[in-house]
T-cell receptor, first 114, second 116 residues
């Protein structure tokens, strides 16, 4: 079975400060990794994904994430956040074989303060 | 615009009533999914369909049924709604996992369901 743990349920940060949202996963097989963002009262939008290759993945809106296989982590970072980044962020994992659907973490609410 | 369309966007049901949530995608995806989102629990898989004509249970299937009507449409039915089914429901679709290139899931905008 696969699982995802997002270590922080809420992360408050001031505008223009850097931020890191943490994600750890568990799986017995090779996986794809994703970060999705959900703005208030909206659906989920893909931020970035790791499929294979370079462990540093760049996504939309200036976000990036680094896949660390030895630590089974996929932390999301942004060097300077904006008020508009306030949203809920979900880390997700799926097996490359496709036998299991996407499994989500419980989410991290990023609150950017002026 | 190409994507996943869910109807209705909002619904209030009384306990014991039934309803069907509709989902359609126009991206020619083989795989479709239904998730529910509850505060502090992320999204949990209810049912999924790997291809037309097949459906499988996810993590929380009890109280729900699904129909993969054709390649485009995947509906979720609540036969006898309960307050515990108050949630936001998301439909998603994807290429068959393992397809290259793989773009992940595309989500609909959600259905907010309240059961009183």
């Amino acid at each position: 079975a696969q699982s995802v743990t997002q270590l922080d349920s809420q992360v408050p940060v001031f505008e223009e400060a850097p931020v890191e949202l943490r994600c750890n996963y568990s799986s017995s097989v090779s996986v794809y990794l994703f970060w999705y963002v959900q703005y208030p009262n909206q659906g989920l939008q893909l931020l970035l994904k790791y499929l294979s290759g370079s462990t540093l993945v760049k996504g939309i809106n200036g976000f990036e994430a680094e896949f660390n296989k030895s630590q089974t982590s996929f932390h999301l970072r942004k060097p300077s956040v904006h008020i508009s980044d306030t949203a809920e962020y979900f880390c997700a994992v799926s097996e490359k074989s496709g036998r299991r659907a996407l499994t989500f973490g419980s989410g991290t609410r990023l609150q950017v303060q002026p | 615009n190409a994507g996943v369309t869910q109807t209705p966007k909002f619904q209030v049901l009384k306990t014991g009533q039934s309803m069907t949530l509709q989902c359609a995608q126009d991206m020619n995806h083989n795989s479709m999914y239904w998730y529910r989102q509850d505060p502090g629990m992320g999204l949990r898989l209810i049912y999924y369909s790997a291809s037309e004509g097949t459906t499988d249970k996810g993590e929380v299937p009890n109280g729900y049924n699904v129909s993969r009507l054709n390649k485009r449409e995947f509906s979720l039915r609540l036969e006898s709604a309960a307050p515990s089914q108050t949630s936001v429901y998301f439909c998603a679709s994807s290429q068959t996992p393992g397809t290259k290139p793989y773009y992940g899931y595309t989500f609909g905008s959600g259905t907010r369901l309240t059961v009183v």
